[in-house]
T-cell receptor
Framework: AQKVTQAQTEISVVEKEDVTLDCVYE???????LFWYKQPPSGELVFLIR??????QNEISGRYSWNFQKSTSSFNFTITASQVVDSAVYFC????????????FGSGTKLNVKP | ETGVTQTPRHLVMGMTNKKSLKCEQH?????MYWYKQSAKKPLELMFV???????ENNSVPSRFSPECPNSSHLFLHLHTLQPEDSALYLC???????????????FGPGTRLTVL
């Protein structure tokens, strides 16, 4: 069975702190894709990144970075020098490689960045 | 309009009412989705339409009835809902890929539904 676990329900940090959001996934598929989405208070989920199971390279995009480790089935997301605008709920998701129409979402981590 | 739009943004209805949620995507995608987001629960996939045909229906009660008249529009018809159906209903679209490609979903802003 497929499953995505985001153990951190809510995290609060002070602006400029670094913060890491954890994501652990379960799948027996050899081909799969991992995603992170951001949901600000407005409600719309905003796509941040996708990774396929054959690409374990870490990625950095500005203040955002992602650490994909197949050995621990984790796809963690780090925000460096957090800002108030980063406050949102962040979702990790798994897409099975042979079923492009089915996503498995984690329960989300609410990030509060205080000034 | 760009991206995925949803109307209305907020809806309050009684249990005996009939209403419809509308979703429109302007991205040229061929797959559309309805999700339900309740407080403190993971996103629940309700329906998937690919090439205007329903391909997934995750045991959703019959009081929710989807309609996909074309690849750009998706409706969710609601009737005799229950208070526990109150949630944020999100629409998404994607381009169904083939082979070893992949596709992310693009989401609309959602409709906040309250059932009294």
């Amino acid at each position: 069975a497929q499953k995505v676990t985001q153990a951190q329900t809510e995290i609060s940090v002070v602006e400029k702190e670094d913060v890491t959001l954890d994501c652990v996934y379960e799948t027996r598929d050899t081909t799969y894709y991992l995603f992170w989405y951001k949901q600000p208070p407005s409600g719309e989920l905003v796509f941040l990144i996708r990774r396929n199971s054959f690409d374990e390279q870490n990625e950095i995009s500005g203040r955002y970075s992602w650490n994909f480790q197949k050995s621990t089935s984790s796809f963690n997301f780090t925000i460096t020098a957090s800002q108030v605008v980063d406050s949102a709920v962040y979702f990790c998701a798994l897409l099975r490689g042979y079923n492009f129409n089915k996503f498995y979402f984690g329960s989300g981590t609410k990030l509060n960045v205080k000034p | 309009e760009t991206g995925v739009t949803q109307t209305p943004r907020h809806l309050v209805m009684g249990m005996t009412n009939k209403k419809s949620l509308k979703c429109e995507q302007h991205l040229g995608h061929n797959a559309m989705y309805w999700y339900k987001q309740s407080a403190k629960k993971p996103l629940e996939l309700m329906f998937v339409y690919s090439l205007e045909e329903r391909v997934e229906n995750n045991s959703v009660p019959s009081r929710f009835s989807p309609e996909c008249p074309n690849s750009s529009h998706l409706f969710l018809h609601l009737h005799t809902l229950q208070p526990e159906d109150s949630a944020l209903y999100l629409c998404a679209s994607s381009q169904t890929a083939s082979g070893s490609s992949y596709n992310e979903q693009f989401f609309g802003p959602g409709t906040r539904l309250t059932v009294l």
